[in-house]
């Protein structure tokens, strides 16, 4: 088994060798590229201020141009991504990873930036580098929450992402006066679940050997980028002696055998306007806190354990400290090239095919800007006899309408020597270039919409050429579709082998749990590229074509006919809404419901007509019959409609004379009834007025009673009588 000195010293000695390194060809190809995107001086100016120094922008045009169509390219469509799998007939799962997979490159990582850069890198500097890799669940920075309430503080405790560091209770009143208990919480969160990163490399910081062909053959590759020395350390705690907090031992005299990425001249280019600055001197940068050193992850090619098998190992090391060496099964970056030179990993930019051209260029645009120059502003020829200082000055100073003294015939004194105008050879030179560059970037100025008549009159010529335009911009998205496929093919494969547990995400407005453990290992992923050589009008087009001959198949065979049916009819209109413009065609064109079938197919046509003419036949005999037939049902139905009334004419007069003898007996009884309630009060009322008559008797026949003993006894008083009451003495 090799130690780790061997493996150092053969990691440094491939580092060094590797190709699109500091001082390569390839580096400064690179570097070169980038100058020459920022328009920066080409090296051949004149010394003199009065000679035009200007650049001309053909690589930056020509890259902004075409970076517009590869991101639509890639963007438009709401399925760029779709997975496969030979073994699942599961089309739900497939469509479920499928749309897990856009949400992590989409939501997870910037995946719009990440694109970009993928196509930019390449088309500018030769080849662009993607890396994928699992994170593991990182703690979140503490954080200080204040005014819980109780039931606030149970999501807090039972939930296990959170860690409660610091708990405080306080008692404060509400707005009505009344007591209530609040707590602050200083907690950390760390997710349950890693999350699955994507990023780009910038060229300058990746290595790989030379003449290798794919990064799958390549005996080496590396990234090498700057890191906290305090990150690594808190990472690796074992390794803090041997990388030496001090700084001595990594100092940035031998951080690396290779230089430093600060000196580098391609990151010296991705900042044209800010001044090369080191801070190896600076005390507070050379602190433990503040100091960075150039962390490496390398894969290395080799039988590392002596069993005779060559493996893939995965190092990471700062300086001569390795700080990791697993086997691993593949590489965690991806590449592309725009221009793929057969059998090499490291093929030709855009920009190569530009930097001669954009030289030319600016060399003839010079010359027609100088000559204009000369023509516009002659230079002057003074006879020194015939002319005073005065005079000099005076033809200095250019004013408008001055006078310039001479001595002398004026002619004699003063004249100018008035350049030829070249300018239109050099134009005319530059419009050949123009060509030149056309045809060897691919981007015209038709395909751009500039100058449609230059030159043909026909819509038809116009769209051949935007069409072979197109064409190159088709060609680039296709292999930078292959790079974004290998790409998520390694998201895919990171997510099943890391992704310890299900997780939920939020896809199409709806809930989901996915656990990609269950997903096969054989899946493939598919990136699809959009018609990027069909200009939107035109791809609007065929698509209406494609409707037109749907909706005939589905008018002539109905919707159950075997080659189109109503998915693929909606499929072509959302289509052609996300075509105009509309990312969301459902907006227009509902789902169609789950277990929905066509109506039962139709018939032959030719069938259908004999048996609609039998069928209009027999019809009319049977509407002759039915006629007739309903004749003499209505006669008689009118007879006996006849019957019927004149039946319900009798009974009802009938019932009606019933009634009348019912109500008459009715109203007979009533009055007899009250006849004799009216008797009975009548004689109550004589009996009781007889009643009160006798009563009325007696009282009176009693009161003249006592009226009479009352009269005799006031006689016997007077002596007029006895004075006894009647009945005798009472002593007798």
């Known amino acids: 088994m090799m130690d780790d000195r061997a493996i150092v010293k053969i990691l440094k000695e491939e580092e060094a060798d590797a190709a699109s390194y500091y001082d390569s060809e390839i580096a400064q190809a690179q570097a070169t590229a980038m100058d020459r995107y920022n328009a920066k001086p080409l090296g051949n100016e004149v010394d003199d201020p009065a ?85 593991d ?12 309430t109780a039931d606030q503080l149970v999501k807090y405790v039972s939930d296990p992402e959170y860690e409660i560091i610091e708990a405080e209770q306080e008692q404060k009143q509400d707005e009505n006066g009344q007591p209530y208990v609040c707590y602050e ?30 990064i799958k053959d390549a005996d080496y590759h ?43 001249t391609r990151a010296e280019s991705r900042f044209p306007d800010e ?15 503040r100091k960075k050193v150039q962390q490496n992850v390398e894969y290395l090619r080799c039988d590392y354990d002596g069993d005779g098998v060559v493996e893939l190992r995965r190092i990471r090391r700062v300086g001569n400290v390795i700080l990791e060496n ?38 003839l645009t010079r010359a027609a800007l100088d000559g204009m120059s000369r023509s516009l502003l002659p230079r002057t020829i003074i006879n020194k006899r015939m002319a005073s200082t005065s005079t000099y000055d005076q033809l200095l100073d250019h004013d408008i309408g001055a006078v310039i003294e001479v001595d002398g015939p004026v002619g004699d004194a003063i004249r100018e020597i008035v350049s030829p105008d070249v300018s239109q050879s050099a134009l005319g030179a530059i419009e050949y270039f123009d060509r030149r560059s056309e045809e060897a970037s691919g981007v015209n100025r038709h395909a751009q919409g500039i100058a449609p008549d230059a030159i043909t009159k026909t819509k038809g ?70 018609m990027a050589a069909e200009s939107r009008d035109k791809k609007l087009m065929s698509l209406n074509l494609i409707a037109q001959k749907q909706e005939a198949i589905l008018m002539q065979g109905g919707p159950g006919n075997p080659l189109v049916g109503m998915p693929e009819y909606r499929q072509t209109l959302v289509q052609m809404a996300q075509s105009m413009g509309f990312k969301n065609g459902s907006r227009f064109f509902k789902e169609i419901p789950e277990g929905w079938q066509p109506p039962p197919p139709g018939e032959d046509p030719k069938m259908a007509e004999v048996k609609q003419k039998g069928q209009l036949a027999q019809a009319d005999m049977q509407q002759k019959g039915q006629l007739q ?30 009634q009348i003898a019912g109500l008459k007996l009715q109203s007979e009884q009533m009055i007899n009834a009250a006849r004799l309630d009216m008797e009975k009060e009548l004689a109550l009322v004589r009996m009781e007025q007889e009643r009160q008559l006798a009563m009325l008797k007696m009282a009176q026949e009693r009161e003249i009673a006592m009226e009479s003993m009352k009269q005799k006894a006031k006689a016997g008083e007077n002596g007029t009588g006895t004075g006894y009451r009647e009945g005798g003495r009472l002593d007798a």
């Open 51 to 135: 000679r035009s120094k200007v650049v001309t922008h053909d690589i930056e045009d020509t890259i902004n141009w075409v970076m517009p169509h590869l991101m639509r390219v890639f963007l438009e469509s709401d399925e760029l991504i779709t997975c496969e799998d030979d073994a699942l007939d599961d089309d739900e799962a497939l469509k479920t990873a499928s749309d897990y997979l856009s949400h992590v490159f989409f939501r997870d990582n910037p995946g719009d930036t990440i694109i970009h850069d993928f196509a930019f890198d390449a088309l500018l500097q030769k080849i662009a580098v993607a890396r994928a890799y699992w994170e």
């Open 629 to 658: 037939a309903a004749e003499l049902q209505g006669k008689q139905q009118l007879a006996q409609m006849e019957a019927q009334i004149t039946a319900q004419q009798a009974a009802q007069k009938a019932e009606t004379e019933k």
């Open 461 to 530: 010529g116009i769209d051949m050429l935007q069409s072979a335009a197109n064409s190159r911009i088709e060609l680039l998205a296709r292999w930078m579709g292959l790079g974004l496929q290998e790409l998520l093919e390694k998201v895919m494969r990171i997510l099943i082998t890391h992704q310890d547990g299900a997780r939920v995400v939020k896809i199409a407005g709806k809930r989901m749990q996915i656990d990609p453990r269950r997903w096969s290992d054989e899946m493939t992923v598919s990136v699809h590229v959009g």
């Open 222 to 264: 590396g990234w090498r980028s700057p890191a906290f020395l305090a990150d690594i350390v808190r990472e690796f705690p074992e390794k803090r002696s041997e990388l030496d907090p001090s700084g001595k031992m990594l100092s940035s005299a031998d951080d690396g055998d290779a230089g430093n990425l600060a000196s580098d």
């Open 326 to 363: 697993d086997s691993v099964e593949e590489s965690e970056f991806v590449t592309w090239s725009p221009i793929r030179v057969a059998h090499r990993l490291i093929g030709r930019s855009l920009a190569d095919t530009l930097m001669d051209l954009q030289e030319i260029r600016t060399v």
């Open 137 to 148: 669940p990182k703690p979140k920075p503490e954080q200080e929450i204040e005014g819980l």
């Open 185 to 214: 919480l200083k907690v950390r969160r760390t997710p349950k679940i890693g999350r699955c990163r994507i990023e780009g490399v910038p060229p300058e910081q990746f290595y790989v050997s030379r003449r290798a062909r794919s």
């Open 275 to 289: 001044p090369t600055t080191t801070r190896e001197n600076d005390s507070a940068s050379n602190e433990f806190g």
